[in-house]
T-cell receptor
Framework: AQSVTQLDSQVPVFEEAPVELRCNYS??????LFWYVQYPNQGLQLLLK??????LVKGINGFEAEFNKSQTSFHLRKPSVHISDTAEYFC??????????FGRGTSLIVHP | GAVVSQHPSWVICKSGTSVKIECRSL??????MFWYRQFPKQSLMLMAT?????????EQGVEKDKFLINHASLTLSTLTVTSAHPEDSSFYIC????????????FGEGSRLTVL
């Protein structure tokens, strides 16, 4: 069985500040990990993914995430956020079944 | 990247009527599509897995007679909300699984259903 825990339901931050959105996973098999972003009234779009190889993954819009197997984490980071980064962020994992499991989401709120 | 188009984006209907939502993969063939329901400020709730040419697999608690899913071709899956009621009002999102069997999903834009 696989599961994803996003510890923070909401993360407020000021514009140009760094941000980290936390994600922990559990899986009994090799994992693939994803971060998706959802803007209001829209579907989700892929920010980045970890399939194998380098544990530091770079995505779109300046985001990056680091796969840490020992801590079973895949935290999302951005060194300097913009107002336009305000959105809902979902961490997801897929294992042997390839059907992804989503976390509950973290609402990133960027204040001017 | 792969594109999934969902239509309509917004729909308002009267209680008791049926509504069909379409999900198309525009530039790739999707043997597997997923339908999600999302309540305000909440995560995605998987409703069903749709496989081309076979019956959909519904998650526990989802009424298959109310939420009819058809995946007639490799590029089209439809969700029909039958005899809709106000409690069916929600944001419905479809997604298609990409090639490579990694679990990466490509999402439609979502459909906001309001039942009056």
């Amino acid at each position: 069985a696989q599961s994803v825990t996003q510890l923070d339901s909401q993360v407020p931050v000021f514009e140009e500040a760094p941000v980290e959105l936390r994600c922990n996973y559990s899986s009994s098999v090799s994992v693939y990990l994803f971060w998706y972003v959802q803007y209001p009234n829209q579907g989700l779009q892929l920010l980045l993914k970890y399939l194998s190889g380098s544990t530091l993954v770079k995505g779109i819009n300046g985001f990056e995430a680091e796969f840490n197997k020992s801590q079973t984490s895949f935290h999302l980071r951005k060194p300097s956020v913009h107002i336009s980064d305000t959105a809902e962020y979902f961490c997801a994992t897929s294992g042997g079944s390839y059907i992804p499991t989503f976390g509950r989401g973290t609402s990133l709120i960027v204040h001017p | 990247g792969a594109v999934v188009s969902q239509h309509p984006s917004w729909v308002i209907c009267k209680s008791g009527t049926s509504v069909k939502i379409e999900c198309r993969s525009l530039d790739f063939q999707a043997t597997t599509m997923f339908w999600y329901r999302q309540f305000p400020k909440q995560s995605l709730m998987l409703m069903a897995t749709s496989n081309e040419g076979s019956k959909a697999t519904y998650e526990q608690g989802v009424e298959k007679d109310k939420f009819l899913i058809n995946h007639a071709s490799l590029t089209l899956s439809t969700l029909t909300v039958t005899s809709a009621h106000p409690e069916d009002s929600s944001f419905y999102i479809c997604s298609a699984m990409g090639t490579g069997a990694t679990g990466e999903l490509f999402f439609g834009e979502g459909s906001r259903l309001t039942v009056l």
